[in-house]
Nanobody
Framework: QLQLVESGGGLVQPGGSLKLSCAAS????????IGWFRQAPGKEREGVSC????????VYADSVKGRFTISRDNAKNRVYLQMNSLKPEDTPEYYC????????????????????WGQGTQVTVSS
C-alpha cells in the first residue's frame, strides 16, 4: 500500500524560508519520480516542482523558479522542497505525489499523471 506523508509546513514571515519533506511509507520512494503541488481553498491544484527518480532532472513552475529547490535523498527515502523568499501567495497547502520519469522529462504537471498523493502540509506566509 503506497502512502506519502508531507511535513515541514508552518507559519513564516514574507521573505522567510521553509523546507518541506515528503516521506514514503510502505514502499521505496526511489522507485518513483515525485512532484510537489499546492492548492488554496477554492482554487485548482497547481504544480510547483517535480524531480526524476535519480534526481538528475528537475522542473519548476514559473511562479517559483529561482526561489524553490527540489531535491531528494534516496538513502533516507525523502524528497525535499526548499522554499526561500516566500511570498503570501505561497501560502497554499502543499502535497507530494508519485509520478513516472517520463512525466518529469516532459515537464508535465498534469494532475492525471500523478498517482499517489499525501495528505498535505499547510504553509502560511504572513506578517
Amino acid at each position: 500500500q503506497l502512502q506519502l506523508v508531507e511535513s515541514g509546513g508552518g507559519l513564516v514571515q514574507p521573505g522567510g524560508s521553509l523546507k518541506l519533506s515528503c516521506a514514503a511509507s510502505g514502499f521505496t520512494l526511489d522507485y518513483y519520480a515525485i512532484g510537489w503541488f499546492r492548492q488554496a481553498p477554492g482554487k485548482e491544484r497547481e504544480g510547483v516542482s517535480c524531480i526524476s527518480r535519480s534526481g538528475g532532472t528537475t522542473v519548476y513552475a514559473d511562479s517559483v523558479k529561482g526561489r524553490f529547490t527540489i531535491s531528494r535523498d534516496n538513502a533516507k527515502n525523502r524528497v525535499y522542497l526548499q522554499m526561500n523568499s516566500l511570498k503570501p501567495e505561497d501560502t497554499p497547502e502543499y502535497y507530494c505525489a508519485t509520478a513516472s520519469d517520463s512525466t518529469v522529462f516532459s515537464g508535465s504537471f498534469l494532475y492525471a499523471e500523478y498517482e499517489n498523493w499525501g495528505q498535505g502540509t499547510q504553509v502560511t506566509v504572513s506578517s
